[in-house]
């Protein structure tokens, strides 16, 4: 049995289906069109027109999350993909490159989570309400120069902010070596108390650290424009 907000089963066929999907907050009255291949050995299912995963329904908590299943390429995680799920880590495997929004939205278990070099585009409240969430790597090279967005962006699935909002756990962030601009409310009522700010990062968004409380050090960027 399959349940997908605001949505409607269109086609089924072998191992695969296709649903007209409206968004929560859909901008546009036509239904964006998914083909959804059911992953069989995995606990989640595959958006074809996305190359992405999504709709996780197990029950394992330490995740790796791979860029290929069942000789499908994997190089995107879905919006909402892991909302609500009981996942304490997550390792995204390398060849990964994009993380939609909501992706890990109230995942109140995650305390770390790896990203790799692959990784080109966080969105939206990827990991928001993350409450237990302790610690982000970005591992050395990642290509990444913006963490969400200082006004709206269609692209980024709506407003681009909220990146890391509400974290009360989180202490410490290895932020991209190349990063240029940091969103609104991006660390946003998080806990972090260190955080390693590139020389490279030109713009901080509106409340990006706001009622952040504990934080200590956060080695501002000498090249900062607003």
């Keep these: 049995e399959y349940t997908l907000y605001g949505s409607q089963l269109l086609q089924t066929g072998e191992n695969a289906f296709v649903v ?16 959804i291949h059911v992953i069989s050995t995995r606990p989640f299912e595959y958006l074809e027109d996305y190359q992405a995963i999504f709709n996780y329904q197990g029950t394992e908590t330490d995740i790796q999350i791979p860029a290929q299943v069942d000789g499908l390429p994997v190089h995107g995680i879905y919006t909402e993909a892991f909302r609500d799920s009981p996942v304490t880590s997550v390792v995204i495997g390398e060849g990964i490159e994009r993380i939609y929004p909501k992706a890990f939205v109230n ?29 982000v790597i970005f591992e050395a090279g990642s290509p990444i120069t913006e963490l969400g967005a200082v006004e709206k962006r269609s692209d980024y699935g709506g407003w681009g902010f909220n990146m890391f909002l509400n974290t009360p756990a989180l202490k410490k962030v290895v932020l991209p070596e190349n990063l240029t601009l940091i969103g609104n409310s991006c660390f946003e009522n998080s806990g972090v108390a260190e955080i390693n700010m590139p020389s490279s990062v030109k713009t901080i968004g509106t409340k990006a650290f706001y009622n952040c409380a504990n934080i200590v050090d956060a080695g501002l960027s000498a090249n900062l424009v607003y």
């Design 107 to 135: 995942c109140t278990q995650l305390t770390s989570i790896t990203m790799p070099d692959s990784l080109t585009e966080i969105m939206e409240s990827a990991f928001a309400n993350c409450t237990a969430l302790e610690t």
């Design 20 to 35: 007209a999907l409206y968004p929560e907050e859909c901008y546009e009255e036509t239904p964006t069109l998914l083909r």
